[in-house]
């Protein structure tokens, strides 16, 4: 119960300034850049993951399209 009062009575004060602290360190540090290097094997991987998602979304917007064409021909042809 005794640091439970101690809490209570510094907790306002040091947990304004630790808040203000953590904020102050966290821009910079998220603002630094990540000098990591990733695998050869790893970024292998990525690029060709990455290349795979390019197509797979080329072929969704493909597919949207043609059933959106769809879609505006059975209009035409309901109005008719």
Known sequence: MKHMNAVRRFGGKFGIASRNAA?????????SPAFAALPETVQTEV?????????????????????AGLALVIAVFRKA
């Open 23 to 31: 904020i102050a360190l966290t821009v910079p540090v998220m603002a």
């Open 47 to 67: 690029d060709t993951a990455v290349a795979d998602l390019r197509s797979g979304g080329g072929l969704i917007i493909g597919a949207v399209a043609v059933l």
